[in-house]
T-cell receptor
C-alpha cells in the first residue's frame, strides 16, 4: 500500500511568487492534516480536513495560505504571494479515523528567497 | 490549549547504553500520546502511541515509552542504543476523542556515539 506522498520534495521560489504543494493521502483515509516546521522549531499544525471539509484551520498563518481538498482525495496548499518567513518544511499526514495514528509524508522543503 | 515540551535539544549517548528522551505534556482531557522519529531526508515515522491501559508501551525498533499521569510525562526509552537510532525524535499529544489536532514538541536530536 502506498504511503502519504507529497510533491514536490523541494521548491525554491522568489518572494512574491506563488507555490502550490500537493499531498496524496493513503487511500481510504478521511482525515488529512497539514503541518509546518520552521527552522528547528516545533512542527506546527496548519489545518485538518475530514473528507473534503475543513474541520479545523486555526493554524493557518494568514490569508496568503489556501488549502483545498477536492472530492476528499488529494489536497493542495497554495501560498500566494510567498514571503521569506514561509520557508520551512511542510508536512502532510493522513489517518483513517480519530483513534488511529497519523502517517506522514516525506515533506516538502520550501525555500523563499 | 494543549502543549508538549521536549526540554533537551540534543541527547548524546554511547552505543550500547540505555537512552531516554524526555517529554512532558499539557492537555485538557485524556491524552493520546505519540512518538515519531525523523531520519535525515525522510518523513516522520510513527514509533508508538499511548491511549489507555498499561503505562509502558512498546513500539518499533525496540523503543518503549512510559506514561506517567502524575508527572504528565511520556519519556521515550531504549535499553541499548544503536548508532542507527541517531535521528530527530518528536513527542506529540492530542485529546482523546473526536476530531482533534495533534500538537508536537520541538524535537530532540539523538546522537548515538560509536
Amino acid at each position: 500500500e502506498a504511503g502519504v506522498t507529497q510533491f514536490p520534495s523541494h521548491s525554491v521560489i522568489e518572494k512574491g511568487q506563488t507555490v502550490t504543494l500537493r499531498c496524496d493521502p493513503i487511500s481510504g483515509h478521511d482525515n488529512l492534516y497539514w503541518y509546518r516546521r520552521v527552522m528547528g522549531k516545533e512542527i506546527k499544525f496548519l489545518l485538518h480536513f475530514v473528507k473534503e471539509s475543513k474541520q479545523d484551520e486555526s493554524g493557518m498563518p494568514n490569508n496568503r495560505f489556501l488549502a483545498e481538498r477536492t472530492g476528499g482525495t488529494y489536497s493542495t496548499l497554495k501560498v500566494q504571494p510567498a514571503e521569506l518567513e514561509d520557508s520551512g518544511v511542510y508536512f502532510c499526514a493522513s489517518s483513517q479515523d480519530s483513534y488511529t495514528e497519523a502517517f506522514f509524508g516525506q515533506g516538502t522543503r520550501l525555500t523563499v528567497v | 490549549a494543549q502543549s508538549v515540551a521536549q526540554p533537551e535539544d540534543q541527547v548524546n549517548v554511547a552505543e550500547g547504553n540505555p537512552l531516554t528522551v524526555k517529554c512532558t505534556y499539557s492537555v485538557s482531557g485524556n491524552p493520546y500520546l505519540f512518538w515519531y522519529v525523523q531520519y535525515p531526508n525522510r518523513g516522520l515515522q510513527f514509533l508508538l502511541k499511548y491511549i489507555t491501559g498499561d503505562n509502558l508501551v512498546k513500539g518499533s525498533y525496540g523503543f518503549e515509552a512510559e506514561f506517567n499521569k502524575s508527572q504528565t510525562s511520556f519519556h521515550l526509552k531504549k535499553p541499548s542504543a544503536l548508532v542507527s537510532d541517531s535521528a530527530l525524535y518528536f513527542c506529540a499529544v492530542r485529546v482523546l476523542g473526536g476530531y482533534q489536532k495533534v500538537t508536537f514538541g520541538t524535537g530532540t536530536k539523538l546522537q548515538v556515539i560509536p
